[in-house]
T-cell receptor, first 114, second 112 residues
């Protein structure tokens, strides 16, 4: 069974540009979560999608947005990139909202903003 | 709202020594609790989870954790550290129909 896949694995962007990160959940998983892991800041919750709807949003500015498609894959978009957006962006999926089994994480997209 | 506190951002042990990583949780209802491990430049891997069954939970790679309601703790242990255990470990809590909330992580350093 394929795990959670994220693309691209690495990305370098210039300040002010826009970026789109992609995530494919495990087959059958309907919930997708995005986390930002910046150096020294731990895992910061970004967004949670379930059945195509945004369920919850972390404390991030509106230039962070995303969506979930009918096949449950998801995109994270970041506009007007800033240097502090440099981080590892992790996507995770779970079987359903509130699944007690926990999340399965992808390997992440390393974004560097210069 | 639920939260977890991981005591110690770094823990150093010698190879073969006991590993103890501390996690205390705050939750208004019986929680689900998790430990994840992250190796350099990788995503998070689930080590073990507590979902209100047995209070002593065994996970992968010889790790285990004990849920202690009276102490609101879910500490992670391993009897004998191996060099390959060097990684960052995250404790997380969920209250059912809520997102996982992670602790700030503990970096485990293992010396020969």
């Amino acid at each position: 069974e394929a795990g959670v896949t994220q693309s691209p694995t690495h990305l370098i962007k210039t300040r002010g540009q826009q970026v789109t990160l992609r995530c494919s959940p495990i087959s059958g998983h309907t919930s997708v979560y995005w986390y930002q892991q910046a150096l020294g800041l731990g895992l910061q919750f970004l967004l949670w999608y379930d059945e195509g709807e945004e369920r919850n949003r972390g404390n991030f500015p509106p230039r962070f947005s995303g969506r979930q498609f009918p096949n449950y894959s998801s995109e994270l978009n970041v506009n007007a990139l800033e240097l502090e957006d440099s981080a590892l962006y992790l996507c995770a999926s779970s079987l359903m909202t509130g699944d007690s089994g926990g999340y399965t994480f992808g390997s992440g997209t390393r974004l560097t903003v210069v | 709202a639920q939260s977890v506190t991981q005591l110690g951002s770094h823990v150093s042990v010698s190879e073969g020594a006991l590993v103890l990583l501390r996690c205390n949780y705050s939750s208004s209802v019986p929680p689900y609790l998790f430990w994840y491990v992250q190796y350099p430049n990788q995503g998070l891997q689930l080590l073990l989870k507590y979902t209100s069954a047995a209070t002593l939970v065994k996970g992968i790679n010889g790790f285990e954790a004990e849920f202690k309601k009276s102490e609101t703790s879910f500490h992670l242990t391993k009897p004998s550290a191996h060099m390959s255990d060097a990684a960052e470990y995250f404790c997380a809590v969920s209250q059912g129909f809520q997102k996982l909330v992670f602790g700030t992580g503990t970096r485990l350093l293992v010396s020969p």
